[in-house]
């Protein structure tokens, strides 16, 4: 009889000491609970020590979690729907907060994170057009939107460390008609671009022709005058040498004559016998030809 009893008394020991301890989990973090109420919080990884029966413990994740939202409708500044589909990355900043805020219960507090994330999308869309939305500029709406989350969020003791938006597309309703506003702005940036282009090559081709014609007429008018130069000097020159023998000049000017005159086979000359021209013809001499 004794021996059971022992026995009972080394069981119900075995058993309160199993009840007094606990184990926290490598990235997580507990609050020790007296009849309900927080008596410890923020317990970090390990063994620890409870008193059976009366005080209880919750542990929670405090590692990096994510809420992967679902595709959500907001209006943009022309009050046009897009579908945002969009990710936060978040964690339990204060534990305390937390548990008194949730009650520790991670659905609710998924609900409360995702309706402050909407509100500040909607919020942020209602800023821009639907081009600015579906255009890429998301830096200008994660920014603000990230800033705003973390002042709401810290109300429930959750710290928002990223958000992301996954995509954003138009409702199917809207998408046709959007799109085709803006292939019409980009038909009519690009009918602007050509026009601009087609000016600014008129405008240089004209440039071009100026120009050539200037480059032209200068040369010409340098050319004239060299021209004229060159000729005065191969006068001044003729007649130098005319002045130093004339008969000689007379004669060389003859036969610079007869050879251009009679270049071809078909040159035919009218002239009387006794002309000037011929004077060196048929006498050496340059004396007048006798007529006939």
Do not use: C
Request: charged share 30%; hydrophobic share 40%.
């Amino acid at each position: 009889m004794k021996l059971k009893i022992a026995a009972v008394i080394v069981a119900l020991v075995a058993l309160l000491g199993y009840l007094s301890m606990y184990t926290v989990r490598e990235g997580h973090r507990a609050i020790l609970l007296k009849l309900g109420e927080i008596k410890k919080t923020d317990i970090k990884p390990g063994l620890h020590f409870k008193l059976p029966l009366v005080e209880t413990v919750r542990t929670f994740d405090t590692r990096l979690l994510t809420l992967d939202s679902q595709p959500e409708r907001f209006l943009t500044s022309e009050k046009k729907n897009v579908m945002v589909d969009f990710f936060v990355k978040w964690r339990i900043d204060n534990l305390d907060q937390y548990y008194r805020s949730t009650r520790g219960d991670e659905q609710r507090a998924l609900m409360r994170l995702s309706q402050i994330m909407k509100d500040g999308l909607r919020s942020e869309f209602g800023k821009l057009t639907i081009q600015q939305a579906v255009s890429g500029q998301r830096s200008k709406i994660l920014g603000p939107l990230e800033i705003e989350a973390n002042k709401a969020a810290k109300e429930l003791g959750i710290q928002v460390v990223d958000v992301r938006l996954k995509r954003i597309d138009l409702p199917s309703e809207v998408a046709h008609s959007v799109y085709q506003r803006m292939e019409a702005e980009r038909a009519r940036v690009a009918a602007d671009f050509r026009a601009r282009g087609k000016e600014a090559a008129e405008r240089i081709r004209a440039n071009a022709d100026r120009e050539r014609t200037v480059i032209l007429a200068n040369a010409y008018r340098q050319a004239q005058i060299l021209r004229g130069e060159g000729d005065a000097k191969a006068a001044e020159i003729y007649a130098k040498a005319y002045q130093k023998d004339p008969s000689f000049y007379a004669f060389y000017r003859s036969l610079e004559a007869y050879k251009k005159t009679f270049n071809g086979k078909n040159d035919v000359l009218v002239l009387e016998p006794n002309s000037q021209f011929f004077r060196y013809f048929n006498n050496a001499q340059g004396g007048s030809v006798p007529a006939k």
